[in-house]
C-alpha cells in the first residue's frame, strides 16, 4: 500500500532547540493524523487535523495541515528529554477508507 | 479506565505454530484495525473491521486470520503461512463519527518472535 513520504527520517538536535519534520504525498488528503511512538510502545494520537490551512496546537506541539492538501508539517518548540521517541505522520486520502502512514521521524535530543 | 488492551506483551513461538494475539478495547468503538510494524518502518494494515461479523484486508493480509465476534474483541492469528511473523503488532480502534472516524487510538502492541 501507499505511504506517506516522511522527513526527515532522524533528527539528533540539542535540548531547548525547536524541531520541524513534514510529510507529503502526491495524492490529496482529507485527514492528517500525527501520532509519537516511544520505544516498545502503541502510537499516541498528538493532533487531528480535517481542514486545509488549519493550524492546531497541543502544547508545545503546532500542527498543520496543508493548503495543497498534499503535505502536513509538526513542529515542536523548545524541546525537552521526554519529546524523544519516533513520530508518525498518517492520512486519510480522498475517496479511501484506510489511513496511510509515513515511516516515521526518529527524534534524538542531547541533553 | 478506558482503553485497548493487548496481550500478552512478548510472545515466543516456534516456527509452524499458530499463533493468537488478543485485541480488547473499552471504548465502544465500533471500528478495530491490525498493524504490524518492521524496525525503520511505518505500519502496515493487516485486517481491519468496521462492524461485528465483518472485516476486511488489508494491504497485508496474507498468512493471517481474523474474527469479530463481539464488539470488544478482535483477536488476530498469525498462521505457519506468514513467511516473516518476527515483528511487533499493534490494534487500534476508532468510533463511528463521521467527523472523528479515523482517529485511531492503538494499543500497547504485542512483540511476536518466531524462533
Known amino acids: 500500500g501507499q505511504q506517506l513520504n516522511q522527513s526527515p527520517q532522524s533528527m539528533f538536535i540539542q535540548e531547548g532547540e525547536d524541531v520541524s519534520m513534514n510529510c507529503t504525498s502526491s495524492s490529496i488528503f482529507n485527514t492528517w493524523l500525527w501520532y509519537k511512538q516511544d520505544p516498545g510502545e502503541g502510537p499516541v494520537l498528538l493532533i487531528a487535523?480535517?481542514?486545509?490551512?488549519e493550524l492546531t496546537s497541543n502544547g508545545r506541539l503546532t500542527a498543520q495541515f496543508g493548503i495543497t492538501r498534499k503535505d502536513s508539517f509538526l513542529n515542536i518548540s523548545a524541546s525537552i528529554p521526554s519529546d524523544v521517541g519516533i513520530y508518525f505522520c498518517a492520512g486519510l486520502r480522498r475517496g479511501a477508507q484506510k489511513l496511510v502512514f509515513g515511516q516515521g521521524t526518529r527524534l534524538t535530543i542531547n541533553p | 479506565d478506558g482503553g485497548i488492551t493487548q496481550s500478552p506483551k512478548y510472545l515466543f513461538r516456534k516456527e509452524g505454530q499458530n499463533v493468537t494475539l488478543s485485541c480488547e478495547q473499552n471504548?465502544?468503538?465500533?471500528?478495530m484495525y491490525w498493524y504490524r510494524q518492521d524496525p525503520g518502518q511505518g505500519l502496515r494494515l493487516i485486517y481491519y473491521s468496521q462492524i461485528v461479523n465483518d472485516f476486511q484486508k488489508g494491504d497485508i493480509a496474507e498468512g493471517y486470520s481474523v474474527s469479530r465476534e463481539k464488539k470488544e474483541s478482535f483477536p488476530l492469528t498469525v498462521t505457519s503461512a506468514q513467511k516473516n511473523p518476527t515483528a511487533f503488532y499493534l490494534c487500534?480502534?476508532?468510533?463511528?463519527?463521521?467527523?472523528?472516524?479515523?482517529?485511531?487510538?492503538f494499543g500497547p502492541g504485542t512483540r511476536l518472535t518466531v524462533l
Open positions: 487500534a480502534s476508532s468510533t463511528s463519527s463521521a467527523v472523528s472516524y479515523n482517529e485511531q487510538f
Open positions: 487535523l480535517y481542514k486545509a490551512g
Open positions: 471504548l465502544n468503538h465500533d471500528a
